[in-house]
């Protein structure tokens, strides 16, 4: 059981350096193409191994069409005390309730 634990937490560093350098693909790309796949790739390792993505990367990503949320792609309103950030490509809305 111990063992198995100590496993687990060597295989999430790795996932956390993965994520790591995926964010530096996503966040400088060469092309287009390139960012979706680094942004997909990204969400992708820290499902499969349950590790969760810096607030930092995870506030700035659509987790739908995976591109860079900027100020030209996207709409931030606050309504009811929530930070409410639209897509404007593909419409999804993401809601950042409390302490951000
Ligand atoms: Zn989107």
């Known amino acids: 059981m111990r063992k198995n634990h100590l496993r687990n937490n060597i295989r999430r560093r ?18 287009e193409e ?3 796949n680094a942004g997909t790739t990204l969400i992708a390792i820290a499902r499969r191994n349950r590790v969760r993505i810096p607030r930092r990367i995870r506030m700035r990503i659509c987790r739908t069409c995976k591109k860079a ?3 030209t792609n996207s ?6 005390k929530c ?4 897509c404007l490509d593909c419409g999804r809305v993401h809601r950042y309730y409390g302490g951000v």
């Open 14 to 31: 790795h996932a956390l350096a993965g994520i790591e350098s995926m964010t530096r693909l996503w966040s400088n790309p060469e092309s």
């Open 75 to 80: 709409k931030t309103r606050i309504k009811m």
């Open 83 to 86: 930070v409410v950030v639209s």
């Open 34 to 36: 390139v960012a979706h």
């Open 69 to 71: 949320l900027n100020s």
